[in-house]
């Protein structure tokens, strides 16, 4: 039996400059960071023939090509899995569709899974980019990149996105001071949206193809935003990302009329009101987490919970993808 897990994340700047319809164009550049909230994947043998799945549904498949849910099915090809006995379950701390880049956290501990059944040896880039490949070239998902990578690596990483549709790595270099501080005054809060990134990508996606003006100078602008809260968080300036994090979300919500609605704007004025000095919607928006950055945590959670939202509690994980059973 063999069980892997992958880190979910929450983007910390410049979220949207990673999709390729705009970065091999310009180049985009991102921050975001590992959190131990977990999609764990377990793959053993059964004695008999045939494909068992679970996941959000339960499927057998004879074959390869009858299993329905894409990412397994293709990973099985890519990976030239032979053996036809396998049974292969996920589990998931947090559901999908909540903005947490569940389904690159899936693909990456699927992929490390397979590859542990196989006996090979995999580093972290080739994990992302094969966990890429298949939702991005062969699945021709309207997605990014950062949620493979941010996966596969772990931490509070720098990911830079080059116009040959190569991507770069490097750690934040942040003190541990800022990053408790990070960690103490950044507060995640479901919103009760469960939510498709698709429709919402897809239109970011058209644009920036189109070379749509007003999209491309909107992912310029949040691109710079991105270096600016790289300098600010390297300098220990951690209030100075929370107003960053506000003007963020001003241009995020720009991008799509789905970004948000006028529930999810009431919420995020009382949070300003409360003790938050910034926040967005964490993924594509439309729903799932709402992160705000506040000093005054208490005021902030009293305030949320009688808004009725639930908060889940995170801290950053360095590790990234890995194995924690090989039996």
């Not at 960071?33 to 059964?46: E, L, P």
């Not at 298949?134 to 509070?156: H, M, R, S």
């Not at 809060?189 to 058209?206: P, V």
């Amino acid at each position: 039996m063999i069980i892997t897990r992958s880190p979910l994340r929450v983007s910390l700047a410049g979220g949207g400059t990673d999709l390729p319809s705009y970065s091999r164009e310009y180049g985009g550049f991102l921050i975001a960071g590992a959190i131990d909230k977990y999609v764990y994947i377990n793959v053993h043998s059964r004695f008999v023939d045939g494909f068992l799945l679970k996941y959000s549904h339960m499927e057998e498949a004879a074959s390869i090509d009858e299993i329905r849910h894409p990412i397994i099915r293709e990973a099985l090809r890519l990976l030239d899995v032979r053996a036809r006995n396998l049974e292969i379950t996920s589990m998931a701390d947090i559901p999908a569709g909540t903005g947490l880049g569940s389904s690159g956290s899936f693909g990456t501990a699927l992929l490390k899974a397979l590859h542990t059944y196989k006996k090979n040896v995999v580093h972290p880039h080739q994990l992302a980019e094969q966990a890429c490949h298949i939702e991005l070239d062969i699945l021709k998902e309207p997605i990014g990149k950062q949620d493979q990578f941010i996966a596969a690596y772990g931490g509070v990483t720098c990911f830079e996105f080059a116009k040959d549709n190569s991507v770069s790595t490097s750690p934040l270099v942040i003190s541990e001071e800022t990053l408790f501080n990070l960690e103490d005054n950044l507060l995640l809060f479901f919103t009760g949206y469960l939510r498709s990134a698709s429709a919402i990508l897809k239109h970011q996606d058209d644009k920036s193809r189109l070379a749509d003006p007003e999209m491309i100078d909107n992912l310029h602008f949040v691109k710079e935003l991105a270096e600016s809260t790289k300098q600010a968080l390297e300098r220990g300036d951690v209030s100075e990302f929370g107003r960053l994090m506000n003007i963020h979300w001003e241009h995020k919500k720009a991008r799509s009329p789905f970004m948000t609605n006028e529930q999810i704007d009431q919420w995020y004025r009382c949070a300003l009101s409360n003790g938050a000095s910034g926040g967005k919607l964490i993924g594509a928006g439309g729903g799932g987490f709402l992160m705000f950055y506040a000093e005054d945590k208490a005021r902030l959670r009293h305030a949320m919970r009688e808004q009725g939202l639930k908060e889940v509690r995170f801290r950053f994980e360095f590790e990234g993808t890995r194995i924690i059973s090989h039996e």
